[in-house]
Structures are given as C-alpha cells and as structure tokens.
Nanobody, 128 residues
C-alpha cells in the first residue's frame, strides 16, 4: 500500500512561481522503484499530464505547455517529488495531482491510466 500526499498549492499572481511537493509513504516501500507524475485538472476538463519522472530521476518528460517553465525533480532519500512552476499563467489554474507507479526501469509513464496511486490534489490558482 502506497500513500501519496500533495502540498504547496495556493493563489499566485500571473508571472509568479510556486513549488509543489508530493510526499510518498508505504509499509514496505522503496521509493526509487516508483515512477512519479504530476497531473492537473481544471473545471470541466480532463486530467492531463504535466510532468513525469523515472524512479532514479534520470529521465523526465514535460507536456509542451510547461516546457521551459516547469521542473520535476525528486529526492529519493526523502521519498518526495517536486514540481517547480515558474512564469505562471492563468491557464495553469487547476487542481494538481501527484501519482505513483511501480516501475523498476527508466520508463516514464505518461498516461493517467498507467499510474496506480494518487494523492488528493492541491489547488493552484493563478490570477491575472
């Protein structure tokens, strides 16, 4: 069993920055065996991938809309994954979800259906 908890959301002005954190825990659990992803969902919209990272941190993926503005990283010693978002736009407003998937290679899942464990979400609101 794996638990996923996001934090760090809030209200920011357009052009500002925010860092989201995702803490992962489990009874018998090796964090480096889990690929991690950040997704977001705006009202009336589908839940879409923002960024993903392999278990070792060696491979990352970003959706086009956040390339150059977002950075996904992980600290396997702390069982934590981060999403740094800069130059925020109103279109970034959404609930951001962290997700985990057991993968013991460097494959980076990109589809929400490939992730088994999900956090509760954290709201990010960007004002203009």
């Amino acid at each position: 069993q794996v638990q996923v908890v996001e934090s760090g959301g809030g209200l920011v002005q357009a052009g500002g920055s925010l860092r989201l954190s995702c803490a992962v825990s489990g009874r018998t659990f090796k964090f480096s065996n889990y690929a991690m992803g950040w997704f977001r969902q705006a009202p009336g919209k589908e839940r879409d991938l923002v960024a993903a990272i392999s278990g070792s941190g060696g491979t990352t993926y970003y959706t086009d809309s956040v390339k150059g503005r977002g950075t996904i990283s992980r600290d396997n010693a702390k069982n934590t994954v981060y999403l740094q978002m800069n130059s925020l736009k109103p279109e970034d407003t959404a609930v951001y979800f962290c997700a985990a998937q057991l993968r013991i290679n460097e494959y980076v899942p990109r589809n929400k259906d490939e992730f088994s464990y999900w956090g509760q979400g954290t709201q990010v609101t960007v004002s203009s």
